[in-house]
């Protein structure tokens, strides 16, 4: 028989401690009094002192109420029910459906064992030619999208949803506004997506405690499925509004602060989430592509900061587009030599390209005289920024490298390109 405890030591923010013997790290407890029952999480054992953070915020709680601890961690139910379904950040229907209890699995588990995981060599195609050409998105890779407010991170999310060549999409939204939710709902419902999409969405007007259950909710599922032999791909933004959420709790819980109030933990916590991307051997696939926005646009906060020691390279978002300089996808090479001959000697050759119209660019800004080859290279600039960089753009991969040597071959002889001549041979425009 469950113990229950009627009284309470202290509420401070939405944390509150209970003396209580025999209770685990994580374990879930309810908790009863004249407001309802709530349900809240172990978070610190102090010999018999528990520390236990309230889901639903600990307004209404009194000192008075009841604590029974349930003796068992928070559980998700899996099963293909989910598929086309929208929860909250604590596994509840947001979308008015029924509540599933069918195959619960407990989330926050441990990474996958190395020796289970085999080497990523499959692309994930998007139709967004700046990820497929030039820095293609790779099965079981983790990837942060860095980026600040105000940039089309959450659009981006949503194009790769609707048109990433998977099997499963699980979109996990941590302080989203309501109306990036809204925009999220639609746009997978309006495009037929939402079929095979699970969604885990935390609003910034929901509890903050649920918005650090989303990470580990999503790929608890996402888990599952792949061990299924689906290939599943891992949305989740964004990251730094879930360390906001664990800055939080760590000054309720009056913790040590690390760099700028963060916890000391940061980047175990972000480690233990990111860890997650595995291609499993003989079965299918976990990938991660998560906004981290950046305050102030510092590379060097904390949250991208410890994100860049983690995770495979980055694409940074900037201007409305994906940046080809800084962004890096370090698997890359693992995949683009078997897409097309052609692939990896065109995408170098046309950021040289690109890179050498950027210094063409300051130039004439400067009130510099203009060369014939600056105003090559200035057409061939807007021509690769419009019909390319443009995240508009919705072509396959093949197309995207036939589209790259059609800009090529109307800005510039062949000899210019520096490219090898048996591919101009074949791929040059006629």
């Known amino acids: 028989m469950q113990k229950v405890y009627t009284k309470i030591e202290s ?4 944390v509150i401690t209970v003396k209580a013997d025999g209770v685990r790290n ?15 999480r172990v978070i610190k054992l102090d010999h018999d002192l528990v520390s236990l953070e309230v889901f639903s915020g600990s307004q209404g709680i009194s000192t008075s109420d009841k604590v029974r601890f349930l003796g068992r961690p928070m559980k998700v139910s899996f099963s293909d029910n989910l598929l086309g379904r929208i929860f909250d950040g604590a596994g509840r229907p947001r979308d008015n459906g029924p509540t599933l209890e069918e195959n619960m ?28 050409m030039f820095n293609s998105l790779v099965e079981s890779q983790k990837l942060p999208i860095f980026s ?80 299924q032999g689906k290939k599943v791909l891992v949305l989740l933004s964004d990251m730094t509004n879930f360390c906001d959420a664990l800055k939080e709790t760590a000054i309720t819980m009056e913790q040590v602060p ?22 499993f051997e003989g079965a299918g696939s976990v990938t991660i592509l998560a906004v981290t926005t950046m305050p102030g646009d510092d590379v060097t906060h904390p949250v991208p900061d410890n994100t860049g020691y983690i995770t495979e390279g980055q694409y940074y978002l900037r201007n409305g587009w994906i940046e080809p300089f800084g962004s890096l996808s370090r ?25 050498q119209y950027k ?17 090559k290279l200035l057409k061939y600039g807007a021509l690769f920024e419009s019909r390319l960089m443009d995240l508009s753009v919705n072509i396959p991969l093949e ?31 006629k």
């Open 359 to 375: 210094d063409s660019l300051e130039k004439k800004s400067m009130g510099f005289m203009m060369s014939d080859w600056d105003e």
């Open 399 to 429: 197309e995207a490298l036939d589209e790259g040597w059609k800009i090529l071959s109307e800005c510039f002889e062949p000899n210019e390109t520096l490219l090898k001549s048996d591919l101009i041979e074949k791929y040059w425009p």
């Open 331 to 355: 698997l890359k090479q693992n995949v683009n030599k078997d897409t097309r001959e052609d692939h990896r000697a065109l995408m170098d050759g046309m950021i040289k390209l690109y890179s």
């Open 26 to 40: 994580s374990d879930l407890a309810e908790i009863s009094g004249a407001s309802g029952t709530s349900l809240a």
């Open 105 to 132: 699995i407990t989330i926050g588990g441990p990474s996958v064992n190395p020796s289970k995981r085999i080497m990523a060599k499959n692309m994930i195609r998007t139709g967004i030619p700046m990820i497929d």
């Open 11 to 14: 509420i401070v923010g939405n």
């Open 258 to 279: 690390s760099n700028r109030g963060y916890p000391g933990d940061l980047y175990s916590a972000l480690a233990s989430r990111y860890e997650k991307a595995v291609d």
């Open 148 to 227: 600040v407010s105000g940039e089309p991170y959450n659009q981006l999310l949503a194009r790769i949803a609707m048109q990433a060549e998977v099997d499963i999409i699980i979109l996990g939204g941590m302080g989203l506004k309501y109306d990036d939710y809204l925009y999220f709902k639609d746009t997978l419902e309006k495009s037929g997506a939402l079929s095979h999409t699970i969604m885990f969405i935390h609003t910034a007007s929901d509890p903050t405690v649920e918005c650090t259950l989303v990470p580990d909710l999503s790929l608890a599922v996402a888990e599952q499925f792949a061990l």
